[in-house]
């Protein structure tokens, strides 16, 4: 069986190594295995054909419980356009089970953990770092042996409480024995951006120069200081091509970066044809400039319209609301309730929403509203106002927002309205 992702990154593009399933559990969700099947179709989809290329699904935990076994089961009968991984401990039991999980995968991969500081170590396995780190040898000779072609990955837990010098040499280890891809994991959500350039600047520069080709680093960074996205980004632009997301960011404690902006941000950025950004083409520098990221990183371009709908499906079924102010997929996307705003988008807006998501855009009626919002919702409900009569209309707005203590007046309320002084003029 090829190793796709070993080639996905080998031509310096991207690949997406999604948690929702596996991680995101922590953030006390549980997706049934028909509901995982969806969401890594659905991931899968946003990449075409080259859904396999670009995305990892996380589908489980075969180890928690007989359930949770026949869940990654479902996604591996059921699902063909993404890699289906699962996870485990450095145990020969957990690599056994994954390894039974996956049989029948079309592109399978057993992913084990390894803690790599001797606090972590201590705690897991009761020995440390470096002990830790040959038991992980030993399970990778097993798995490797084992796995009947399926890929074998590592993540190495507690990445930014030990010397780069020393996860160089996990690395280097892992991957002589066969382990595909190793994962620098910070575990514990710590790092700021500056913190994670020079973790992963210190693992690069420590490898031995002739290996630095073929090893694989992938990157699993948590969010709880809001830096997820940011310190992926960094790791992009080191070199880093397998990055660890999350629908929505779930996972332990603050999750993880959300899916959906590490694709919307690697993607589209000042290169496309979206033509508020054409216009302003000289302010919106392209992918290189804002990401000191050269030359193409997917093998074709992602399709952003899918990223709302996977989105607003993952908070269905975990019952996770989506905040309007979301990046990306926020319920309020496109909303459009102030006049600046509507009257010169070009000078308010980064980006189309419908161009570049398929989010077309909804007129509200607010306290902030001007005239040129009023006339336009008043003409969308089959109305045609004066000057004087949408200068009367814009002042009940205003004193219905405030009169009921709420921003928004329903477009119900204002047809009533309008039915109201049509009927007393031609009284």
Known sequence: MSDLVRRTVEAGRMVIWEEVARDGAQAETLLSGAQRVQIARGTGEIFGAHGPDHVVFAAGYPSICKEEFEAVRQVVAEVDNVQVATHGRVTQGDIDLGIQALQGARHGRVTYAIPSSDRHAGWFMHVPKEEALQRGVEMARYAVDKANGLAVDVALGSAPR????????????????????????????????????????????????????????????HNDFGFGLA??????????????????????????????????????????????????????????????????????????????????????????????????????????????????????????????????????????????????????????????????????????????????????????????????KEM
């Not at 500056?194 to 520069?205: D, H, S, W, Y």
């Not at 002739?210 to 694989?216: A, F, M, P, S, T």
């Open 162 to 221: 030990v010397e780069p010098g020393f996860l160089a040499e996990m690395v280097v280890r892992l991957s002589e024995e066969g382990i595909s891809i190793c994962k620098i994991c910070d575990s514990t959500g710590e790092l700021f951006p500056l913190e994670a350039t020079r973790l992963f600047q210190g693992v690069m520069a420590a490898l031995p120069p002739e290996l630095r080709g073929r090893v694989v680093v992938g990157a699993h960074l």
């Open 231 to 424: 310190n992926n980004l960094e790791a992009a632009r080191l070199g880093v091509r397998v990055l660890s997301t999350s629908w929505l960011g779930l996972g332990e404690r603050a999750g993880l970066a959300p899916t959906e902006q590490v694709i919307f941000a690697l993607s589209q950025m000042g290169d496309s044809s979206d033509p508020l950004q054409a216009e302003a083409a000289q302010e919106v520098p392209g992918r290189a400039a804002r990401l000191g990221i050269a030359g193409p990183i997917w093998f074709s371009e992602p399709d952003l319209t899918r990223l709302v709908p996977v989105a607003r499906m993952v908070a269905e079924f975990t019952g996770v609301q989506i905040r309007g102010t979301e990046p990306v997929v926020g319920t309020h996307m496109n909303h459009v309730a102030t006049g600046a705003y509507f009257n010169n988008p070009v000078a308010f807006k980064p980006f189309d929403p419908q161009v570049l998501l398929g989010v077309p855009p909804k007129l509200l009626l607010s306290h902030l509203a001007n005239h040129s919002i009023v006339e336009a919702v008043a003409a969308s409900l089959g109305y045609t106002l004066t000057r004087e009569q949408c200068a009367q209309a814009l002042a009940w707005v205003k004193t219905t927002a405030y009169n009921q203590g709420r921003s928004l007046v329903s477009h119900d309320a204002f047809l009533e309205y309008l039915a109201v002084q049509a009927t007393a």
